[in-house]
T-cell receptor, first 113, second 112 residues
Framework: GAGVSQSPSNKVTEKGKDVELRCDPI?????LYWYRQSLGQGLEFLIY????????KSGLPSDRFSAERTGGSVSTLTIQRTQQEDSAVYLC???????????FGEGSRLTVL | AQKVTQAQTEISVVEKEDVTLDCVYE???????LFWYKQPPSGELVFLIR??????QNEISGRYSWNFQKSTSSFNFTITASQVVDSAVYFC?????????FGKGTRLHILP
């Protein structure tokens, strides 16, 4: 498709399990962002990629969170040993350039039981 | 450090009224960009506008207008003659040192 694609759209997991969330940005977009949105809350910055490198990882909440991007395209956000407070919608966005508008995916809703 | 403050958590107005959503930002960068996004009940964020720090001209797009004032570090958004379809959460965002940060959003209810 032409937009940002995220999978899975919904994930229910048990506390302590690892999860992987995938983001497929718009083709040609060099910048890719991950945000987290808890119920009724704003967007919390997690990490940003320019190409395959992540100049800013300052938003990752703990060392249980990691992200990578390969081939300047697909990105994976991994959460190890999930906790209930990790429950949120994880949003991915991409842009043609750092200063450009962000195009958002529909998000991956994570529920940790 | 960068910061975006949207002091209005929730606003309700009757249809056809005008409404202004406030956004105040903090940054030490001299070059930066400001954005507004809309998140309707369906959930997917939609880009509304981008403004760079060197362009203080106000902008109008249909019923939407934006007032950028560097002197007060504000980038306010006005909806004229509001409609029920304008009901959504609106986010102001700032791009300074290569990352875009968002305010906490203002939830707007347009009552019929």
């Amino acid at each position: 498709g032409a937009g940002v694609s995220q999978s899975p759209s919904n994930k229910v997991t048990e506390k302590g399990k690892d999860v992987e969330l995938r983001c497929d940005p718009i083709s040609g977009h060099t910048a890719l962002y991950w945000y987290r949105q808890s119920l009724g809350q704003g967007l919390e910055f997690l990490i940003y990629f320019q190409g395959n490198s992540a100049p800013d990882k300052s938003g990752l909440p703990s060392d249980r969170f990691s992200a990578e991007r390969t081939g300047g395209s697909v990105s994976t956000l991994t959460i190890q040993r999930t906790q209930q407070e990790d429950s949120a919608v994880y949003l991915c966005a991409s842009s043609l350039a750092v200063t450009g508008e962000l195009f958002f995916g529909e998000g991956s809703r994570l529920t940790v039981l | 450090a960068q910061k975006v403050t949207q002091a209005q958590t929730e606003i309700s107005v009757v249809e056809k009224e005008d409404v202004t959503l406030d956004c105040v930002y903090e940054t030490r960068d001299t070059t930066y960009y400001l954005f507004w996004y809309k998140q309707p009940p369906s959930g997917e964020l939609v880009f509304l506008i981008r403004r760079n720090s060197f362009d203080e001209q106000n902008e109008i797009s249909g019923r939407y207008s934006w007032n950028f004032q560097k002197s007060t570090s504000s980038f306010n958004f006005t909806i004229t003659a509001s409609q029920v379809v304008d009901s959504a959460v609106y986010f102001c965002a700032l791009l300074g040192d290569d990352k875009i940060i968002f305010g906490k959003g203002t939830r707007l209810h347009i009552l019929p």
